[in-house]
T-cell receptor, first 116, second 111 residues
Framework: DTGVSQDPRHKITKRGQNVTFRCDPI?????LYWYRQTLGQGPEFLTY????????KSRLLSDRFSAERPKGSFSTLEIQRTEQGDSAMYLC??????????????FGPGTRLTVL | GQNIDQPTEMTATEGAIVQINCTYQ??????LFWYQQHAGEAPTFLSY??LDGLEEKGRFSSFLSRSKGYSYLLLKELQMKDSASYLC????????????WGAGTKLIIKP
C-alpha cells in the first residue's frame, strides 16, 4: 500500500493557461475526492467519484474546472483558463466506502498551484 | 446553514496537555473527524466519533456531544512534533454527506 499519490507536487503557470493534475488513490479504494485549500483555511470540497461515476460537484465550482476518473482508478483535475484566484493547494483523497463503515478519507501530498 | 468553529491558534508547553474545541451546527449529523496537518503537508487522519463519548487512541483522545454540537481533541504529553494545525470536519445530511471542514487550529508547542 503506497498511499495516495499526486502529480505534479508543484505547478507554476501563467494566467490563462490550462493545467491538469493527476491523483492515484489507494488501490482498493472506490471513492476519490478533490479538494482545494488556501492558507489558513480547511479543505474546500470540489468533487467526488464513486468508482468511475462523478457523483457530486460543488455548486461553487466554476465551469473551468473538470474532473475525470475514466477507469475508476486514477483521476485527473483540469483547470482551464487559469486565474490568479485559482492559486491554492489541490488535495486528493480516497476512501473505501463500505456499508456501516466510517468511510475515512486518506489524503495525498497535494499539488500546489501558483498562477502568475 | 452549516458552521464549524475552532479557535484559530493555541499555545502549549512540551509535556503538557491541551484541549482543542470544535463546535458545529448541522442537520442530520453523521460523524465527526479530526485531522492533523503539518505546514505544507496533507491532512492525516487522527480520530472519528459518531456516538457520544470519548475515543482514546494513545496520546490523543476525542470527545463528542451530539446534543451540544461539540467535540474536543485532547493531546497529552505534548511533543514538539505535535506543532501543527488540527482540523475538525463534520459529515452531515445537509451537506449531502460530504465533509464540511473547520478552518483549523494552529497549535504551537513551546519547550
Amino acid at each position: 500500500d503506497t498511499g495516495v499519490s499526486q502529480d505534479p507536487r508543484h505547478k507554476i503557470t501563467k494566467r490563462g493557461q490550462n493545467v491538469t493534475f493527476r491523483c492515484d488513490p489507494i488501490s482498493e479504494h472506490n471513492r476519490l475526492y478533490w479538494y482545494r485549500q488556501t492558507l489558513g483555511q480547511g479543505p474546500e470540497f470540489l468533487t467526488y467519484f464513486q468508482n468511475e461515476a462523478q457523483l457530486e460537484k460543488s455548486r461553487l465550482l466554476s465551469d473551468r474546472f473538470s474532473a475525470e476518473r475514466p477507469k475508476g482508478s486514477f483521476s485527473t483535475l483540469e483547470i482551464q483558463r487559469t486565474e490568479q484566484g485559482d492559486s491554492a493547494m489541490y488535495l486528493c483523497a480516497s476512501s473505501l466506502e463500505l456499508s456501516g463503515d466510517t468511510d475515512t478519507q486518506y489524503f495525498g501530498p497535494g499539488t500546489r498551484l501558483t498562477v502568475l | 446553514g452549516q458552521n464549524i468553529d475552532q479557535p484559530t491558534e493555541m499555545t502549549a508547553t512540551e509535556g503538557a496537555i491541551v484541549q482543542i474545541n470544535c463546535t458545529y451546527q448541522t442537520s442530520g449529523f453523521n460523524g465527526l473527524f479530526w485531522y492533523q496537518q503539518h505546514a505544507g503537508e496533507a491532512p492525516t487522519f487522527l480520530s472519528y466519533n459518531v456516538l457520544d463519548g470519548l475515543e482514546e487512541k494513545g496520546r490523543f483522545s476525542s470527545f463528542l456531544s451530539r446534543s451540544k454540537g461539540y467535540s474536543y481533541l485532547l493531546l497529552k504529553e505534548l511533543q514538539m512534533k505535535d506543532s501543527a494545525s488540527y482540523l475538525c470536519a463534520v459529515r452531515a445530511m445537509d451537506s449531502n454527506y460530504q465533509l464540511i471542514w473547520g478552518a483549523g487550529t494552529k497549535l504551537i508547542i513551546k519547550p
